[in-house]
Structures are given as structure tokens and as C-alpha cells.
């Protein structure tokens, strides 16, 4: 089964290493976006789903790298859609986790994390990069349309990531989908600088590669459509040619064209599909003398405007 390109950079961040600062910042943008609450006997409960193994792993790891808690890993499979495997990560010390990444507001999450979560700068790249892996996606270089979002629920925290996205010169958008509030960028360089800012480095490697090889094909293609335009071009005018110098011969014969343009009429019957620049080349060698292009255009208007007036002629 081919791998979705945003799986391939969410799996890159993954494997990145995080320093205990930037893990409580990627931790807090998670459990933000896919973390639940709810009381039980033992008191209150976090949960944090993902439908990526890879990234359940990574939680599991950095929680308890930094917190020790007890962690309950299940796996459910969904009913609707695609069926995918759901990764569930029920975590104890909800309320020390919590209150120590400043995530807690009464019974629930606040609206948007605390600033002193993303006071350096290697923390906003931890917490964009946590925001990618919980709802992120971009789009595959080799596709015209260049797009990259994450879906939010909540329009502050939404106005939050894009704010936190453009304090890195991203130029990110906001617009409202359904329920959902989306942070884009469609931009492909923007979008290679976000990959880049939250560590995807080898993804943005083969994004810029992809992108690169696809405009120069398409370029490519142009520049072939654009020649064969005009070789079609050069044909559909040089049949006029010969129709034109057909009508004279007919009624008059070459003869009694003047020299110059009598030439012109037999190197051009000689030479019937040429372009003009290639027809004043053949001149050159058919007759030892040198005509430009606008001569030559010259020379083929009046033997055309000699055949119009021979077909008026004829026709009355």
C-alpha cells in the first residue's frame, strides 16, 4: 500500500529527537488537539488518540521519558470510513501532566496554551510540529495544487497556530470548514519552510526534488506544444504559399512575376513545408543571393495579393 506523503513527514518528526523543553511543548499541542478529559474513580482521566502507530509510540515515549506515568496503550479499529486503526493512550497523573504544561482551565483544556510553553524558539517549532502530527496535512509535491493544513476545533487556538505559523514568515490563513477551523498554506515554498521549521528535513529534500522535476516537465511540455504549434503554423502558411503561386501558374505562369519574386516562388515550390528562416537560407543556396525574412514575406504578399486578384477574376 503506497504511504501518504503527510504520513511520510509526520514519521520523519517522529523519529526526531526532543529535548525535555520542546517534548512539553509537542506533548502540549497533542493532548490540545487529541486529548480528552473525563472523571473517574481514580480521579481524572486523560486520553489521547491517533490513528498512527508511530505516533502513539512517540507519546507514549515522551510521556514517559518526562512525567513516569502509568500509561494503558489499546487499539480500536473505526466503524466509518476507511476502517483505520485507532491508537489509544490512557494516561494516570492527568492533573500533574496537565497542570505542569499549563493546559488547564477549570475541568477542561484553555483555549490556548500557555506563552511560557513556546518561549523559545526551538519550543514554536516543538508545538507546530505537535499540531502537524495531530491534524496536519499536506498534499503530495507531485500534485499542482500545493497545500498544507491543520484542522482545529476551536477558532482561538486555530488564530494561535496561525500567528505562532507566520511568526516564522509563513503567511498562513485561516478559514472556517464545516465545524472546523483550518490554518493553510498553499504556497510550495511556504509550505517547504514549515516542513523544514518543524524538522521533516529529508521530506522537504524530496518535496523540492518532486516540485522541481514537475516544472521542469511541464516547462518541457510547453516548450514541445509551443514548437509543434508552430511548425502547424508554418505548414498551414506555406500551403497558402503554394495554393497562391498554383492559381498564378495557372493563369499567367511564374514568367511574368519580376525576377526577385519569381525566385522567390520557385524556391518555395522546391521547398514547400520550410518555416520562412529556413526558406531564406534555401534562397541563399538555390540562387547565391541573400533575402531577409521580411523580404521574402514581402516577395509571397504580392504574389498572394496577384492571386486574390486573379480569383476575382475569375469568379465574375
Request: glycine content about 4%; some cysteine.
Amino acid at each position: 500500500m503506497k504511504v501518504s506523503f503527510s504520513r511520510t513527514v509526520k514519521e520523519e518528526v517522529v523519529f526526531n529527537d526532543f529535548n525535555e523543553c520542546c517534548s512539553k511543548a509537542m506533548l502540549c499541542a497533542i493532548i490540545k488537539i487529541n486529548g480528552t478529559l473525563a472523571l473517574s474513580n481514580q480521579g481524572l482521566a486523560l486520553t489521547i488518540r491517533t490513528e498512527n502507530a508511530k505516533i502513539a509510540s512517540k507519546i507514549h515515549k515522551m510521556l514517559k521519558e518526562t512525567y513516569a506515568p502509568t500509561i494503558e496503550f489499546l487499539v480500536s479499529r473505526k466503524m466509518k470510513l476507511k476502517k483505520n486503526n485507532v491508537y489509544v493512550v490512557k494516561v494516570s497523573k492527568a492533573r500533574e501532566i496537565l497542570d505542569d504544561l499549563s493546559l488547564m482551565s477549570g475541568f477542561g483544556f484553555q483555549d490556548v496554551p500557555d506563552k511560557k510553553m513556546i518561549r523559545k524558539e526551538c519550543c514554536k517549532r516543538a508545538y507546530l510540529a505537535g499540531a502537524f502530527l495531530s491534524s496536519g496535512s499536506v498534499n503530495p509535491p507531485d500534485t499542482s495544487n500545493y497545500h498544507l493544513e491543520i484542522s482545529l476545533s476551536q477558532q482561538e487556538h486555530a488564530t494561535f497556530i496561525q500567528d505562532l505559523m507566520n511568526r516564522f514568515d509563513l503567511n498562513a490563513k485561516c478559514i472556517q470548514r464545516r465545524n472546523k477551523y483550518i490554518v493553510y498554506l498553499k504556497s510550495s515554498e511556504k509550505i517547504g519552510d514549515f516542513m523544514r521549521a518543524i524538522g521533516a528535513s529529508q521530506s522537504v529534500m524530496h518535496f523540492e526534488t518532486t516540485r522541481i522535476d514537475r516544472n521542469m516537465s511541464n516547462t518541457v511540455n510547453r516548450w514541445n506544444n509551443c514548437d509543434i504549434a508552430n511548425e502547424m503554423k508554418s505548414i498551414t502558411t506555406a500551403n497558402k504559399h503554394i495554393e497562391d503561386i498554383h492559381v498564378i501558374e495557372m493563369f499567367l505562369g511564374i514568367d511574368m512575376l519580376d525576377d526577385k519574386t519569381k525566385k522567390v516562388a520557385k524556391v518555395r515550390l522546391k521547398y514547400p513545408e520550410v518555416s520562412l528562416k529556413e526558406l531564406a537560407n534555401y534562397y541563399l543556396e538555390e540562387t547565391g543571393e541573400t533575402i531577409s525574412k521580411s523580404g521574402l514575406h514581402h516577395r509571397l504578399k504580392k504574389i498572394h495579393d496577384e492571386a486574390e486578384r486573379l480569383r476575382v477574376m475569375e469568379t465574375n
